[in-house]
Each structure stands twice: as structure tokens, then as C-alpha cells.
């Protein structure tokens, strides 16, 4: 089945650390999205993708960085920088042309909890 | 300043009744999407309903439908007939096309609860 893969669902960190979510896709989708949730808040955009070995800061890139070395692929690296880590991370792709019609889709998301 | 605004931070709704969630959005551009997406407890995104700026027609999808009033930068979306299932979170979000991106602008969302 076609769709967006996003692991683990449940990652529990120490104050410090460095650590990488990850987030596939096999919808043959050029951009790919990082979004962060806090409770009870909507999502806001981390870093995108639009094509491989490039991409842009979000609103709030501090604290993480990404690569694209594959179209697949857009691992998000939460780092020690981050000052609150703790949150629900949504990784989500879209076709990067055509028209303004061009939903993104989800994957199930991380929990990210910094003990 | 805020581009989507929803401001209903939680709703009720008898099952079987239709109920209208409230998505104001601020954009200068021409040309912009509007989207509906649901999010259940378990997290996940689940993609609604589209609206482009340039579409005549309200859109609708099955149960969904979008009442879009451009001049009054509002794009509600309405639920008919509503099902226990539906409870969750609304996300309205827009997509500008200021530049090449396809990023969204997210509302911060309704929480809706169908009472049996």
C-alpha cells in the first residue's frame, strides 16, 4: 500500500541527546514536510523539502536539522539545541507541481517525550 | 499576524444533526487552497475537503461541504449528518502560492464531541 511511514511511534529522550525520527514515503511524492504539535495547538512547519538534496527552514527550524538524500526519505534530527522537544511530530508529502490542488499527506506521527 | 483563524476551540453536536465549524483566513494573494483536515486521537492527519480560490462551486464530499464566502475571507466547513466517528479535531489550513513551495498555514482547531 502507498503511503507515509513515520518511526518509531513512541521515542523517549534524555535531556541532551540527539535524536532522529524517521519518516518515509513511497508515493513517488517530490515534497516532503516536518510539522510539530503541541497540545491542544495546530501543527507548525519545521523544515520542507521540495526536491532532493535541498531544503528550506519552516517557522521554527531552531533546534533541528533534516537532510533529503533520497526522494524517499526526510529524516528529522531533533537536537540538543531544542529547548522543548517534547511534542507530536508529523511528517507529511505532496506532489510538488501542478496546481494549487496539491493535498499533503500524513503519516501516523512520533511522540517525542524528553524525560 | 494570524492567517487562519478558527474560533471555536471546542464544539458539541447531537448525532444526526449537521454542525458548522468557522475557518477565517487573511491572505493578499489571488491564488490560494484552502483545506479541512480531520485528526482523531490516534494523531493522524486525515485530508477533508479542498477549496481553490477560483472555484465557483462550494466544494462538497460526500458528508462534507465548504461554505466559502471569498469576500468575507471565511471558509467553513459543514458536516452533515453527524456520526459518532466524527469526533475530532478540524484543522482548517491554506496554501498561499506567494512562492514555489506548497506549504500550509494551519488553524490552531476545533475540537468536535457528537453526543449519542
Known amino acids: 500500500d502507498g503511503g507515509i511511514t513515520q518511526s518509531p511511534k513512541y521515542l523517549f529522550r534524555k535531556e541532551g541527546q540527539n535524536v532522529t525520527l524517521s519518516c518515509e514515503q513511497n508515493l513517488n511524492h517530490d515534497a516532503m514536510y516536518w510539522y510539530r504539535q503541541d497540545p491542544g495547538q495546530g501543527l507548525r512547519l519545521i523544515y520542507y523539502?521540495?526536491?532532493?538534496?535541498?531544503?528550506q527552514k519552516g517557522d521554527i527550524a531552531e533546534g533541528y536539522s533534516v537532510s533529503r538524500e533520497k526522494k524517499e526519505s526526510f529524516p528529522l534530527t531533533v537536537t540538543s539545541a531544542q529547548k522543548n522537544p517534547t511534542a507530536f511530530y508529523l511528517c507529511?508529502?505532496?506532489?510538488?507541481?501542478?496546481?494549487?490542488?496539491?493535498?499533503?499527506?500524513f503519516g501516523p506521527g512520533t511522540r517525542l517525550t524528553v524525560l | 499576524a494570524q492567517k487562519i483563524t478558527q474560533t471555536q476551540p471546542g464544539m458539541f453536536v447531537q448525532e444526526k444533526e449537521a454542525v458548522t465549524l468557522d475557518c477565517t483566513y487573511d491572505?493578499?494573494?489571488?491564488?490560494?487552497?484552502l483545506f479541512w483536515y480531520k485528526q482523531p486521537s490516534s494523531g493522524e492527519m486525515i485530508f477533508l475537503i479542498y477549496?481553490?480560490?477560483?472555484?465557483?462551486q462550494n466544494a462538497t464530499e460526500g458528508r462534507y461541504s465548504l461554505n466559502f464566502q471569498k469576500a468575507r475571507k471565511s471558509a467553513n466547513l459543514v458536516i452533515s449528518a453527524s456520526q459518532l466517528g466524527d469526533s475530532a479535531m478540524y484543522f482548517c489550513a491554506m496554501r498561499e502560492h506567494t512562492d514555489s513551495s506548497y506549504k500550509l498555514i494551519f488553524g490552531s482547531g476545533t475540537r468536535l464531541l457528537v453526543r449519542p
Open positions: 523539502s521540495q526536491i532532493v538534496n535541498d531544503f
Open positions: 507529511a508529502s505532496s506532489m510538488a507541481s501542478g496546481g494549487s490542488y496539491n493535498e499533503q499527506f
Open positions: 477549496q481553490g480560490s477560483y472555484d465557483e
Open positions: 491572505t493578499s494573494d489571488q491564488s490560494y487552497g
